[in-house]
Structure formats: structure tokens, C-alpha cells
């Protein structure tokens, strides 16, 4: 006759039977819902935001945004020498940067912050025609590059080019309209240029 199993064999069978029972009836957990992976802000949308919106700190914020992309070259080396260069200007060492810029924008010469900055670097080293010739060139490869109008508008204003600066302030005024001292800049040259009301 055989031996009588232990209770403890017998209590450990019941609850593995009870378990399998119960997992068996209870439903299997709802596969989360996959999340769509939010697109990226486009440089159009942002554009479309700087120009619609509503307070400064909205716009500068936005700005800020379109600045960063604009600051991508896509090359790690001119990337450097742009750094280089900034690092050449701080130090006020003109012609270091201008030789850096020069660098930059001959390996990378679709990249349209690549002249803004060696037109800058002109514009210090008060060779207005040069700087004049870059931010040019920086409008052709990015017409909406608000800050090359803001500054071909300065470079004319110094020049006393009342026409060209009020037409290149209001380049950049319809692109970012809440830009920092431009509409005082506009209303400063307007009257000489279209004329005082009577």
C-alpha cells in the first residue's frame, strides 16, 4: 500500500492548479496603442509662427529656434572654423576670422550663415562693400534670413542709403515684425524716404 502523499505535496498542487485556472481566465492586457512619432517643427512653420506671433518674448523665443537650424552646417570642420573664427573675432583678430570665414564658406558654400558671419566679420572691418556682397549672397541661398536684411538695412542707414535700409528693414520687419529696434528704424527713415504727412 502505497504511503499517503504529505499535505504540504497536496496544498502546493491545489494553488498551482488554482493559479493555472486563473491566469487561463483572466484577459490578456491591452497592447498599448503605438504613439505616432510627432514630425519635427519645419523651417516653414516656424517662419509662419515668428511672423504670427502675438508677444516678444513668443518671437524671440521662436527666433531663437530659426537661428539654431540656420547655425547647422552640416560639416563638422566648418563648424569648427566658424567656431574659430568667433573665438578670432572676440579676440579682435579680424583677419584670423576672415581667413577662417573664407575656409568655411568655400567648403560649404550653400550653407547661407556661412557668409552672414564673414559679412559680420566685414562689417567690423568696416569694408562695407564686401559685407555688403556676402549678406547679398547669404539672401540668394535664404531670402527669410531676417537678421542679413536687419543688417544690409544698417550697413545702408550708415552709408546714409536712406532708400536701400528703409526697403531692407521692412525685408526683415515682414518676416520678423517684432525684431528688436526695427520698427523704430523704419519709422526713424520712412518720412525722408516716402515722403512726411501733411
Not at 59 to 84: C, H, P, Y
Not at 167 to 188: G, H, K, T, V, W
Amino acid at each position: 500500500m502505497a504511503a499517503p502523499r504529505p499535505l504540504r505535496s497536496l496544498a502546493l498542487a491545489a494553488l498551482a492548479a488554482l493559479l493555472s485556472t486563473t491566469a487561463q481566465a483572466r484577459p490578456a492586457p491591452a497592447a498599448a496603442a503605438p504613439q505616432k512619432a510627432q514630425a519635427p517643427v519645419t523651417l516653414d512653420e516656424l517662419y509662419a509662427r515668428l511672423k504670427a506671433a502675438e508677444d516678444d518674448a513668443e518671437a524671440k523665443g521662436i527666433a531663437k529656434l530659426i537661428e539654431r537650424r540656420q547655425d547647422r552646417s552640416g560639416s563638422a570642420t566648418v563648424d569648427l572654423l566658424t567656431e574659430r573664427a568667433r573665438q578670432a573675432m572676440s579676440g579682435g583678430d579680424l583677419p584670423l576670422a576672415i581667413e577662417l570665414m573664407d575656409r568655411a564658406t568655400t567648403l560649404e558654400p550653400d550653407w547661407s550663415e556661412g557668409w552672414n558671419r564673414r559679412a559680420s566679420v566685414f562689417w567690423r572691418l568696416q569694408d562695407h562693400a564686401s559685407a555688403i556682397a556676402d549678406l547679398k549672397r547669404t539672401l540668394v541661398l535664404e531670402p527669410r534670413h531676417f537678421e542679413a536684411w536687419a543688417a544690409l538695412g544698417r550697413i545702408y542707414q550708415s552709408m546714409d542709403d536712406k532708400p536701400r535700409a528703409l526697403e531692407a528693414f521692412r525685408r526683415a520687419a515682414a518676416l520678423y515684425p517684432r525684431m528688436d529696434n526695427l520698427q523704430s528704424a523704419i519709422n526713424r527713415i520712412a518720412p525722408d524716404v516716402d515722403g512726411r504727412d501733411l
